[in-house]
């Protein structure tokens, strides 16, 4: 099975500030990485898929990138509306697997 | 717009057995793979088990291979999971989620607002 290593696990920032989450995985998996973002006591909420395309009504400040198979999850000027659990998500091959999650808190 | 509401969610004593039910509107329910994914409490997400428009492709995770069996009816439009031999590790917020199959996209794009599912005696 394929694993997804999601890193850091909690982030702390500012409104403002530029934040990364990263997502390595164990082999390729081409670009068939998605981000989520989920709120406390809500379903999971698609940002981004395929690496770096951004869902459709998903701000512009958020952003994916990828080099090999370590994917990146940008959000360029952090709002106070963004936090909440970040994960990734391969879905490569079956088992599709979630990274760990990132629990980002606003300062 | 796409809806997906789950039911079926309950207390069930170990060892015991639930069915989940999810009632999908707002798309060509046929057109796509349907899939269940879960969390337990305060932990991360689990896929659990996918199924194509037809019926005829099941995956199932490691963890839940002989015990649940994920179905769907294409004329209620409605996706089930059975789930037999539970125990406390599969307690969780079980998630009804659209997969897309087509035109170079694979991803999950819709969820459910989830069932939960408690697992005690």
């Known amino acids: 099975d394929i694993q997804m290593t999601q890193s850091p696990s909690t982030l702390s920032a500012s409104v403002g500030d530029r934040v990364t989450i990263t997502c390595r995985a164990s082999?390729?998996?081409?670009?068939?990485l998605a981000w989520y973002q989920q709120k406390p006591g809500k379903a999971p909420k698609l940002l981004i898929y395929k690496a770096s395309s951004l869902e459709g009504g998903v701000p512009s400040r958020f952003s994916g990138s990828a080099s090999g198979t370590e994917f990146t999850l940008t959000i360029s000027s952090l709002q106070p509306d963004d936090f909440g659990s970040y994960y990734c998500l391969q879905y490569s091959t079956n088992p599709y697997i979630f990274g760990q999650g990132t629990k980002l808190e606003i300062k | 717009q796409v809806e997906l509401v789950e039911s079926g969610g309950n207390l069930v004593t170990p060892g015991g057995s639930l069915r989940l039910s999810c009632a999908a509107s707002?798309?060509?329910?046929?057109?796509?793979?349907m899939t269940w994914i879960r969390q337990a409490p305060g932990k991360g997400l689990e896929w659990v088990s996918s199924i194509s428009g037809n019926g005829n492709t099941i995956y199932y995770a490691d963890s839940v291979k002989g015990r649940f069996t994920i179905s769907r009816d294409n004329v209620k439009n409605s996706l089930y999971l059975q789930m037999n031999s539970l125990g406390a590790e599969d307690a969780a917020v079980y998630y009804c989620?659209?997969?897309?199959?087509?035109?170079?996209?694979?991803?999950?794009?819709?969820w459910g607002q989830g069932a939960l599912v408690t697992v005690s005696s």
């Open positions: 082999q390729s998996i081409s670009s068939w």
């Open positions: 989620v659209r997969k897309l199959a087509a035109a170079g996209n694979y991803h999950f794009d819709y």
């Open positions: 707002g798309f060509t329910f046929s057109d796509y793979y």
